[in-house]
């Protein structure tokens, strides 16, 4: 009897052990490993654009972080604007990047939506950091 609890408890931890490798297609947090390939190769042209120090290509940088934390958040929160899908994913991120990904996303709005606004260089790049920071928190490479 002994031998058989035993080994459903080693069956029980070799099944848990292989659970993350199965193939299911999603990664810990949901997100699908075709969304995952998708924002991986969107941060490769993102660091490519961080190189250029030019506005247009900074605010375009900055406009493809804010959408590629969306496109995650999609996958794995609810809302029908992005400020919503952060606020129903608050607990899948620590409170200071909670935090930063708001400021990012804050500036890319203020950039869209406000005439006039024109961030600096400085503030380009801290809020394409700050969105990358929420993007790695949900484990996807960036």
């Known amino acids: 009897m002994l031998q058989k609890i035993f080994g459903a408890i080693i069956d029980l931890l070799i099944y848990l052990i292989k659970l993350p490798f199965s193939g299911t297609g ?19 042209s993102i660091n490519t654009d961080l190189k250029n120090h030019s506005p247009a290509v900074l605010k375009s940088a900055l406009i493809k972080a804010d959408k590629s934390l969306d496109n995650l958040l999609k996958e794995i929160t609810s809302g029908n604007t992005m400020g919503e899908r952060m606020i129903s994913g608050k607990n899948k991120f620590s409170p200071e990047v909670y935090s930063a990904i708001w400021s990012g996303h804050k500036v890319r709005n203020s950039m869209v939506h406000d005439s006039g606004f024109e961030p600096s260089y400085v503030v380009l790049v801290k809020a394409i950091e700050d969105l990358r920071k929420g993007v790695r ?4 490479k960036a």
């Open 26 to 44: 999603k990664s810990n947090y949901g997100i699908s490993s075709e969304t995952v390939t998708l924002i991986e190769k969107e941060w490769v």
């Open 137 to 140: 928190e949900l484990g996807v």
